[in-house]
Nanobody, 123 residues
């Protein structure tokens, strides 16, 4: 059974930073990928970033490169999303997700989801 819990969202001024956390509980089986997605009101859920827990390979949506960084702690029980230079258009609910075996940028290919954490960026 996989459990994901997001935290760290809140209200921030444009140009500021936030670090989101995803606490992960996984079976003792390797090769999971953890991803971050976001969904703004009235819009589709979009890929943000992903990381392989074993390989440590990282993947980013083109629009996030240079501002957002995904990482994991050494114990492999928390995945972070560092968000810098935030813009009002970054306002969304941010979700972490998990899947086994390989990375995908399509949210429909991910099996496990957290409840989300709200990020609001004011001008």
């Amino acid at each position: 059974q996989v459990q994901l819990v997001e935290s760290g969202g809140g209200l921030v001024q444009a140009g500021g930073s936030l670090r989101l956390s995803c606490a992960v509980s996984l079976p003792p089986i390797s090769s999971y990928f953890i991803g971050w997605f976001r969904q703004a009101p009235g819009k589709e859920r979009d890929f943000v970033a992903a990381i392989g827990l074993i390989s440590r390979s990282t993947y980013y949506a083109d629009s996030m490169k240079g501002r957002f960084t995904i990482s994991r702690d050494n114990a492999e029980n928390t995945v972070y999303l560092q968000m810098n230079s935030l813009k009002p258009e970054d306002t969304a609910v941010y979700y972490c997700a998990a899947r086994l075996g390989y990375y995908s940028g399509n949210h429909r290919n991910w099996n496990y989801w957290g409840q989300g954490t709200q990020v609001a960026v004011s001008a």
